[in-house]
């Protein structure tokens, strides 16, 4: 296969005396009040999702009109963090340099128990065995010394 230098600098890994070394994985950078609210509420180690006042619906992402009935009334209500899986793929490229070390990794959109669908990263599993609708749940990758960013795994059947 090809060397590794022959990558663009941004994909190729960082070398035992660090020459390399990889950024840092860039935060969340939500612009809205309620976008902050959900990235917020994630660093006690659970999600929460909005649900509508007047149609009981969950959703994400955040916003503030239910796209079902058109009520701006939510609260926020804690996720079981339970789901399935949705959809995947396996990413064979960096697109940032701080994931280099991660490739070939898991890009999956999961849906949880509340109905949302959610585009995520699934992390520790065996690539070869995934199917559809396989179990999973959420879990928190900490980021820096204090962020959480969820990320899913698969569940013991
Ligand atoms: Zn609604």
């Not at 009935?69 to 899986?85: A, N, Y």
């Not at 959109?109 to 109905?115: A, F, M, S």
């Amino acid at each position: 296969m090809s060397d590794e230098r022959d990558l663009p600098p941004k994909m190729r890994r960082a070398d035992q005396n660090g020459a390399q070394k990889a950024p840092p994985k860039p935060l969340p950078r939500p612009q809205d009040p309620v976008e902050r609210e959900f990235w917020k509420r994630c660093q006690d180690g659970h999600l929460y999702f909005q649900r509508c006042g007047g149609c009981g619906r969950f959703r994400h992402l955040p916003r503030y009109m239910c796209a079902g009935c058109g009520s701006p009334e939510f609260s926020w209500e804690r996720s079981s963090g339970k789901g399935i899986l949705f959809s995947w793929t396996i990413t064979h490229q960096a697109l940032h340099p701080a994931f280099a070390d991660e490739i070939p990794f898991v890009a999956a959109v999961v849906e949880l128990e509340e109905g949302v669908r959610m585009a995520t990263r699934l992390i520790d599993c065996d690539h070869e065995r995934l199917e559809l609708d396989l179990p999973v749940e959420v879990d928190f990758e900490l980021i820096g010394t204090d962020f959480r960013l969820p990320v899913f795994r698969l569940c013991e059947r």
